[in-house]
Every structure is written in C-alpha cells, then in structure tokens.
C-alpha cells in the first residue's frame, strides 16, 4: 500500500485534535486531511442525525466540527452602561411588623469591601466574607437583636439616579433559614426581568442577616446584611449588567 492509501485508511479512526494535529505533519497530510469525508466520519459519531443528510448544513463537515466540537469559551463582558454611583438601594427589614432597619444606602457603600466586620465573629463567617467570591455587604448601624422564633422580613427596591426608576430586588421575603455554621440567616426572591430580556428568568437574589452569638440564647446580635446572586453574577460588572436588565419602572 502507498503511504496515501494507509494515510486514507487510518484518519477515519482518528479523534478531531488528532486529526488537526495531522494536518500540521506535511503538505501530503495536510492536502488528505482536508477531505471532508474523514470529517463527516467525527461528525457521524457526535451528532449522527446531521449526517442523514446528502450534504452538510454548514459549508462543510469540517467546518461543522471544528465549531461545535467543544463548548465556547466565556467571552468577556463589555462594560456595563451602569454604575454603582448611578445606584440607591432601599432596605427595610421587619420583625414581625416592627420596623428594625430602613436606610437608603447609596450604591458604593453596599459594593464589596467597603467595610470591616467586628471583631468577635466565628471563624466560617469570617472566611466567607473573605472568599473572592462578590457580594455587597454593608454594617447594621445601630446593630439591633431579634429573639429567635420571631418571623423576619425584608424588601429591597434599588433605584437609579440616571433615570429616575426604581426596580425590586426582593419583596417582603422571609429570613426562614438559619445557617448556624456560618452565622447567617437567609431569605430569597427572583429577580423581575424587564420584557426585553424574555428569555432570562429564574434568577434569585439572595440577602443574609449576619450575627453573632448574644449572651441570650433565644436572641441573635445582627451586625450586618449581604447580597448576592450567588452564580449569576460573580464580579462588579456582572452584577451591575444584571441589575440593568431588570424591570424598571
């Protein structure tokens, strides 16, 4: 047999990136390579359907594979039309029906590590707050108490200055989970998405009390709040592209 006719016999067998790689041998390899038969042969055993057909759907098999073969790569975020100084948020937090905090707090004082937690705090909760991961969190000033066993609640509207329009982040939420590894008390909504984004749903926003132990067994020491969107948005500009498509009014 020729080297050709071997060559012809062996890359069928082959796996995509082998076959690529083959074609970086010589000009021969290269110029056999290149037949779409070989190709169609790798596209035959991932999507075995698309090769019913007397032709490709793309211009060619190969083609077809070397674009679809392995996910594509994150591609990096423009930069979001928002900004945190564009940014109110609007926080009000309920026990029972007493009114324990209401701030308006501007959007830099809630963004990442503008603030240092007290001293005191256990371990896990302080690696929490240390991880890369992003969240906004911001100090309970006064800090106030809540007697375990009383129902909590919180809203979050944010509004922006740029516009003069306001969304909801969470609305009357319940803190119905207590996290005692790691000193938080959560509560959750899904973000409302403007009809532009008709396709994006089921996203939550999720905000924790943070406390500490009191010297009253039955009562929790909150000494601050934290927001996140968990894997939805894990930078600044991720959050602030996410915010933006939301339904604002």
């Keep these: 047999m020729s080297c050709e006719e071997i060559l012809k016999a062996v890359f069928p067998h082959l796996e995509g990136r082998d076959l690529a790689t083959c074609m970086l041998v010589c000009k021969q390899w290269l110029e056999i390579a290149q037949d779409d038969y070989f190709w169609k042969c790798l596209c035959a055993k991932r999507w075995p359907s698309i090769c019913k057909q007397p032709s490709p759907p793309t211009l060619s098999y190969q083609k077809l594979f070397k674009t679809f073969y392995k996910r594509q790569q994150t591609r990096t975020l423009l930069p979001p039309r928002l900004s945190f100084n564009d940014l109110e948020f609007y926080i009000d937090i309920w026990t029972e029906e007493k009114l324990m905090f209401s701030e308006v707090v501007p959007g830099p004082v809630?963004?990442?590590?503008?603030?240092?937690?007290?001293?005191?705090?256990?371990?896990?909760?302080?690696?929490?707050?240390?991880?890369?991961?992003?969240?906004?969190?911001?100090?309970?000033?006064?800090r106030f108490n809540i007697p375990l066993g009383q129902t909590v609640s919180v809203s979050v509207l944010v509004g922006r200055k740029d516009s003069k329009k306001v969304a909801c982040i969470i609305n009357k939420s319940v803190f119905d989970y207590i996290d005692r590894s790691t000193y938080r008390a959560l509560a959750f909504d899904y973000l409302d998405f403007s009809p532009a984004h008709p396709f994006v749903s089921g996203i939550r926003a999720w905000i924790s009390l943070l406390f500490m132990d009191h010297g009253n067994e039955g009562v929790i020491d909150v000494f601050g709040i934290e927001l996140d969107f968990c894997d939805a948005a894990n930078s600044e500009d991720q959050v602030l592209w996410l915010l933006d498509m939301l339904d604002w009014k």
């Design 110 to 142: 809630l963004k990442k590590g503008t603030w240092t937690p007290p001293t005191g705090i256990c371990d896990v909760l302080r690696f929490h707050l240390a991880s890369p991961d992003y969240k906004m969190t911001l100090p309970m000033q006064p």
